[in-house]
């Protein structure tokens, strides 16, 4: 029995190691009426975490507020929900500036200010709001890039400074969500 155990305990860790989880690409892949949520797990893995029907009457506007709507209700119902504050057409496409409000005024009070503190807290916030919105897997027309304001102004240079993950200043581009994925130490889907 004792020379039992060993093995039976390296075939109990082969298994977890090489078992598909919800990450296998068949389960990612988004079709054309739905919405990804995903989520970076504590081994810094991009998951699965919810799909989100749309229709294809939906404007790219309308689909984002269903999806901010989503992520806010999900993660983040002890808050004000997410806003789409406005929606920009530039040379690269359809621009997008969410916001993440709340009625706390200071900053490094606030929730959100605790939701990216942390490596790994920092990321996976920044996964569920800015990677979901971008949905860098839709195969659809989807927003160019998108800007994070909090309580409705751009986040601030001291305020980036003071974030774990600052990646939150500035234009977030869909075409770069994988590069970011690999960047931030995640496995990427």
Known sequence: MKKLFPVVLLFIIACSIFSPSNTAAGDTSPKAD??????????????????????????????MKALLAAISRRYYSDRDPIELLTTNQTKDGLVVTINLKESEQDFSKSRWY??????????????????????????????????????????????KDDLDFGRLTGLSYRRDMKKICSGAGAECL
């Not at 989807?142 to 986040?155: C, D, H, I, L, S």
């Open 34 to 63: 739905e919405l990804i949520l995903y989520r970076l797990d504590d081994n810094y893995r991009l998951c699965l975490e919810g799909k989100l029907p749309v229709s294809p009457a939906q404007t790219i506007p309308q689909k």
């Open 114 to 159: 605790q939701d990216f503190q942390g490596s790994l807290g920092s990321r996976q916030t920044y996964f569920r709001v800015v990677y979901t919105a971008l949905q860098p897997d839709y195969p659809n027309p989807w927003v160019a890039g998108m800007k994070v304001f909090w309580n409705g102004k751009p986040f601030s240079r001291e305020a």
